[in-house]
């Protein structure tokens, strides 16, 4: 596949995930488990984010990172994107859609970002 049909891909992609409309979707984000007497059970395990891949920056400034949320009433998961300095400062969430966010990248310019979105 030739560099700019990828790159245009990347751009579509990227556009169609920032002008999904989630308003008939649940969105499956952050959960605050109750950990009732104490015990870990294994519905409190799900409730947390899932960290995936990280990638830094080319610069090596910032890093990316995706979060994987889980829900068992419906059986269904959601991927976010988030950036954050080096230094672990200025976390951003940068996707917040029902639907997921996968296989994030910086571009070489270390401005952009391209990722895949269902």
């Known amino acids: ?10 751009a579509i992609s990227m556009l169609v995930a920032g002008c999904s409309d989630a308003g008939d979707q649940n969105l499956i984000g952050k959960q605050n488990p109750d950990v009732s007497g104490g015990r870990m059970t294994p519905e409190i395990l799900w409730a947390f984010g899932r960290i995936g891949t990280v990638q830094v920056s080319p ?3 910032q890093i990316l990172y995706p979060v994987t949320y889980y829900s068992i009433p419906e059986n269904k998961s959601n991927t976010e994107l988030f950036v954050m300095n080096a230094d672990g400062t200025n976390k951003r969430q940068i996707t917040q859609t029902a639907v997921g966010e996968n ?3 910086w571009m070489k310019d270390g401005r952009h970002i391209a990722f895949l979105s269902s």
């Open 1 to 10: 596949m030739n560099r700019f049909i990828l790159v245009t891909t990347m």
């Open 59 to 61: 610069d090596g400034s």
């Open 103 to 105: 296989a994030a990248v």
